[in-house]
Nanobody
Framework: QVQLVESGGGFVQPGGSPRLSCAAS????????MGWYRQAPGKQRELVAT???????NYADSVKGRFTISRDNAKNTVYLQMNALKPEDTAVYYC????????????WGQGTQVTVSS
């Protein structure tokens, strides 16, 4: 059974620097591109950042220079370091796992709320 469990969300002041974590189980982590997506109220889910198993990264323009995605293949965990948070970063953040071998193998976590407010 595949599980992606996010943690690290909560209330953060503008300018804050929380780190999200996503622990994966039930997948061969080394062959998955791991990613973070977010969905703000009334908006569609959007890509935040992805990282392939080889370390190639892709970021949304809105977070470039502020957010950093990383992964620890030994711990089957992907991280999202968020810096200089803005109120518009408020959203539910979802972890995603996309197999690099089989396109249909795509999994989502349940999401963690990040609220940026003073």
């Amino acid at each position: 059974q595949v599980q992606l469990v996010e943690s690290g969300g909560g209330f953060v002041q503008p300018g804050g620097s929380p780190r999200l974590s996503c622990a994966a189980s039930g997948i061969l982590f080394d062959v998955y591109t791991m990613g973070w997506y977010r969905q703000a109220p009334g908006k569609q889910r959007e890509l935040v950042a992805t990282m392939t198993s080889r370390g190639s990264t892709n970021y949304a323009d809105s977070v470039k220079g502020r957010f950093t995605i990383s992964r620890d293949n030994a711990k089957n965990t992907v991280y999202l370091q968020m810096n200089a948070l803005k109120p518009e970063d408020t959203a539910v953040y979802y972890c995603n796992a996309q197999s690099q071998l089989i396109k249909s193998k795509n999994y989502w976590g349940q999401g963690t709320q990040v609220t940026v407010s003073s």
